[in-house]
């Protein structure tokens, strides 16, 4: 289970600002520095944004394995963290990156391959 507020080290000011889901979990989307395209949607906690502000690393709750990761620490495709952005509500985080090697677990480039059909077009 994510951490609490008080067990993580997260700016409390910063902290306060997250809307979060029940389950204590901000969407982060993620973009690729410089081409602006969109790589991926993941989840963090106050502790995952504190490890990703100051680590440099994008890191990441895992709904699935219940656990923190670091991306790249076994594909060895590495996000290396530029900018972090809070959108106006307070329930979206941008993460821009530099991209190393496939951002999707399928070994796509991004995770958003799947165009579905637009009716009438």
Known sequence: ???????TSLDAAIAARL???PDGLVAAIVQEHGTGEVLMLAWMDAEALHRT????RATYW????????????TSG???????VAL?????????TVEQT???CHTGAHNCFFDELPLEGQ
């Open 62 to 73: 895992s709904r699935s394995r219940n656990e923190y990761w670091v991306k790249g620490a």
């Open 87 to 95: 959108d106006c509500d307070g329930d979206a985080l941008l993460v």
């Open 101 to 103: 090697g496939a951002a």
């Open 53 to 56: 502000l100051t680590t440099g």
């Open 19 to 21: 809307k979060r889901t």
């Open 1 to 7: 289970m994510p951490v609490s507020d008080a067990e």
């Open 77 to 83: 495709h590495h996000q290396h963290v530029r900018r």
